[in-house]
């Protein structure tokens, strides 16, 4: 079949955000609208009002849910009435938490809480929802990793080591599932202005560091993902498998 612009369309389509209430994932949920999915909203408290307002606003539709992805053994039983009511086409792995603390001190409650959130509840949802979507031949599951996925960080080891372990989950699931109509990708975002990294913005020096490596000489807006999200929820990718999709200004480059 010919390319047409329509392999981007995600008319008829169903997708579930995490983290959908702010920053990238609240980009990324109004983007898949944008394009035609109806969108599932998944929050931890209910005030996605913003989210919300925003899809509103170019005529898409959406659902909303309510799922504390820090509770790992109650996420299967709170996605079960979803799966029976939707078949989900795309699922978008965003949620992520960020923990800053020397590795001498670290607390293991905070250790253990990123990685619930950050990895856990990502391999939960995927073999919930990625299991759907394999008996059906079809589905595209995006899993948001960071500069963290190829770099150590300074005072976030609980934080790199999950958005290590989330590629490398991102291509054990592409390997199994890509001959069954998946596609399991990842997008890694550079510096992005959003409420994760509000603390490194207002340290004078590190912000003055982290720009003066940026070749694109800013720091990223969450909607710089939109795009990106569209693609590797659509048809358009459909011969994409475990790619790790970096998009940062050029940091990595650097
Ligand atoms: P953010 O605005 O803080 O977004 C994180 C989202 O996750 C929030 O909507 C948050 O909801 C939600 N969340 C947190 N704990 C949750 C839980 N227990 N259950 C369900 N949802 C929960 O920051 P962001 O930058 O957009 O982060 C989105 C993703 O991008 C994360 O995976 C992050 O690691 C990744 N990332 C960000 C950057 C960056 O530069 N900003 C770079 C690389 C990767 P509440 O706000 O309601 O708590």
Same mark, same amino acid.
């Given at each position: ?29 109004? =983007? ?18 913003? $989210? ?19 509770? $790992? ?29 020397? %590795? ?53 080891? +609980?934080?790199? +080591?999950?958005?290590?372990?989330? $590629? ?53 807006? =969450?909607?710089?993902? +939109?795009?990106? %999200? ?25």
């Amino acid at each position: 079949m010919s390319f047409t612009l329509d392999f981007f369309s995600l008319k008829g389509k169903t997708a579930l955000v995490t983290g959908a209430r702010t920053g990238i994932g609240q980009a990324i949920s109004v =983007a898949l609208a944008a394009a035609g999915a109806h969108v599932l909203l998944l929050g931890h408290r209910d005030n996605l009002g913003e $989210t919300k307002e925003k899809i509103e606003k170019i005529n898409g539709t959406y659902e909303t849910l309510l799922v504390d992805l820090s509770d $790992t053994s109650t996420i299967r039983e709170k996605i079960t009435p979803i799966l029976e009511k939707h078949e989900i086409d795309i699922l978008v792995n965003n949620a992520g938490i960020i923990h800053r603390e020397p %590795a001498a001190e670290f607390s293991e409650t905070e250790w253990l809480r990123v990685m619930d959130v950050n990895i856990n509840s990502v391999f939960i949802l995927s073999q919930e929802i990625g299991k759907a979507m394999v008996a059906r031949n079809s589905g595209k599951i995006i899993n948001i990793a960071s500069l963290l996925s190829f770099q150590g960080g300074l005072f976030v080891p +609980a934080y790199t +080591a999950s958005k290590h372990a989330v $590629t490398g989950l991102t291509k054990a699931l592409a390997n199994e599932w890509a001959s069954k109509g998946v596609q399991v990708n990842a997008i890694a975002p550079g510096y992005i202005e959003t409420n994760n990294t509000e603390a490194i913005r207002n340290d004078e020096n590190r912000n003055k560091s982290i720009l003066e490596r940026i070749p694109a000489g800013r720091w990223g807006e =969450a909607d710089d993902l +939109a795009g990106t %999200a569209v693609f590797l929820a659509s048809k358009a990718s459909d011969y994409v498998n475990g790619h790790v999709l970096v998009v940062d200004g050029g940091w990595m480059g650097r």
